[in-house]
C-alpha cells in the first residue's frame, strides 16, 4: 500500500490503539472493544481497513474465536521541513546488513545471534554517528561559514556556495544511511523480543512481560515508573510485576523498587 495511505489509516487514534494493543497480544474483537471503550461494530470497520492495508492478519482457534495480530514488522518514515516533505515505508533490513561501505555511519554493537544450525553466533556491528568534517581537513565545518553584510565577489560567493552544495550532498548521504540504520535497528529490535518472549515462555502475556521487564532493566523501579514506560494502567503494570516476581525474574530491592533478580 502506498505510504500515504498507511498515513491516512494511522491518522484515527482508535486503530493507532488497536495496533497498540495488538502489539502485546493477539486479541478477539469483544476484547480490543472492551479495551477502547468503543462498539464491536466500530472495532470491526477499524480491523478491517487494516486488514485491507495489510497490517492486520486473523485466525480462528478450536472455539472458532478470531484473532486479530499485526501481520507484518513495517517502518513508516515523515520528513517535514521548510524544504522537504516526504513519506516513506519500509521493511526492516536484514540482520546481516553489510555496513562496510557506509561512509558517515559505523556501528560498534555486540549481540548473540542463532544461525540455522541454532547455535549462537556473535556479530558485531558499528553504533556511532561519525563526524563527516573527520576525514577531510578541507571541509568547512558547520557554524564557521558567516554571512558578510558586504559583496564578497563573485568568486568567493562562488566558492562560498560550492561549499554549502558538499556540505549538503554529504548531509543527504547521512540522512539515507541513517534511515538504513534505523531499519537494521527496527528488525533486531522485533527479533530480540521475539526471542524474550520465548524466554518467557511464550503465552499469550509474554510482549507485555517482555515489555515490562525491559522497562525495569532501563531504570523504571515503581509501578508508576512501568505504566509511564510501557503506557498501560496501573493495575496492569503491577499485575505484570507481580508475575515476573514470581518466575524469579524480578525482586523487590529493600527500598521497595523493582529490580532485576540477580
Not at 27 to 44: D, H, M, N
Request: proline share 2%; glycine share 8%.
Amino acid at each position: 500500500m502506498d505510504s500515504a495511505e498507511l498515513l491516512d489509516i494511522l491518522g484515527n487514534e482508535n486503530r493507532r490503539r488497536i495496533l497498540r494493543l495488538l502489539a502485546r497480544k493477539p486479541c478477539y474483537v469483544t476484547e480490543i472493544s472492551e479495551y477502547l471503550g468503543v462498539s464491536p461494530k466500530a472495532v470491526i470497520d477499524h480491523l478491517r481497513k487494516l486488514e485491507d492495508a495489510g497490517l492486520v492478519e486473523s485466525r480462528t482457534d478450536d472455539q472458532r474465536r478470531k484473532y486479530f495480530s499485526i501481520s507484518r514488522n513495517l517502518r513508516l518514515e515523515v520528513n517535514v521541513s521548510p524544504y522537504e516533505f516526504g513519506v516513506k515505508s519500509a521493511y526492516p533490513a536484514s540482520v546481516n546488513l553489510d555496513a562496510s561501505r557506509w561512509r558517515y555511519v559505523s556501528l560498534n554493537v555486540q549481540f548473540d545471534t542463532k544461525g540455522e544450525d541454532g547455535e549462537e553466533g556473535a556479530e558485531e556491528e558499528d553504533a556511532d554517528a561519525t563526524d563527516a568534517d573527520a576525514t577531510d581537513a578541507g571541509e568547512t565545518e558547520a557554524g564557521e561559514i558567516e554571512a558578510s553584510t558586504e559583496s564578497d565577489g563573485d568568486g568567493e560567493t562562488a566558492a562560498r556556495a560550492a561549499e554549502l552544495a558538499s556540505e549538503l550532498d554529504e548531509l543527504q548521504q547521512l540522512q539515507r544511511e541513517l534511515s538504513l540504520a534505523q531499519r537494521w535497528v527496527h528488525g533486531r529490535l522485533a527479533d530480540v523480543q521475539d526471542r524474550l518472549g520465548d524466554a518467557l515462555d511464550g503465552d499469550g502475556e509474554s510482549r507485555l512481560l517482555a515489555e515490562v521487564l525491559a522497562a525495569v532493566a532501563g531504570g523504571a523501579a515503581t509501578v508508576g515508573d512501568v505504566s509511564s514506560a510501557v503506557e498501560v494502567p496501573e493495575r496492569v503494570a503491577e499485575g505484570a510485576l507481580n508475575e515476573l516476581a514470581e518466575r524469579g525474574v524480578l525482586e523487590r530491592g529493600e527500598d521497595g523498587e523493582w529490580e532485576l533478580a540477580e
